[in-house]
């Protein structure tokens, strides 16, 4: 059984950072793409940022230049490091990630961890 389990969010004031963990657990060949969402109150689910296999990164224009993604294929592991948080970046986040296991390819997502930005 193929798990993502996200950890690392909390309650930060404005202008502080946090670092997002999402680890991938089960018996897998390999991970494609990986990804984190966000999901706010009442909003729809946004992509924040994507990292393919082999590194190639991209984000949303909201959080350009503040969020980096990044991968460690070793630990099975993906990574979000935010930096300048603000209000607005206050929602769940979720990470998602194409895992081939044998010859399929299939989607799987975590269930979430809670970001708070506040004062």
């Known amino acids: 059984q193929v798990q993502l389990v996200e950890s690392g969010g909390g309650l930060v004031q404005p202008g502080g950072s946090l670092r997002l963990s999402c680890v991938v657990s089960?018996?897998?060949?390999?991970?494609?793409?990986m990804d984190w969402y966000r999901q706010a109150p009442g909003k729809e689910r946004e992509l924040v940022a994507s990292?393919?296999?082999?590194?190639?990164?991209s984000y949303a224009d909201s959080v350009k230049g503040r969020f980096t993604i990044s991968r460690d294929d070793a630990k099975k592991t993906l990574y979000l490091q935010m930096n300048s948080l603000k209000p607005e970046d206050t929602a769940v986040y979720l990470c998602?990630?194409?895992?081939?296991?044998?010859?399929?390819?299939?989607?799987?997502w975590g269930t979430g961890t809670l970001v708070t930005v506040s004062s």
């Open positions: 998602n990630a194409d895992i081939r296991r044998i010859l399929t390819i299939k989607t799987y």
């Open positions: 089960g018996s897998i060949s390999s991970i494609n793409d």
């Open positions: 990292i393919t296999s082999g590194g190639t990164t």
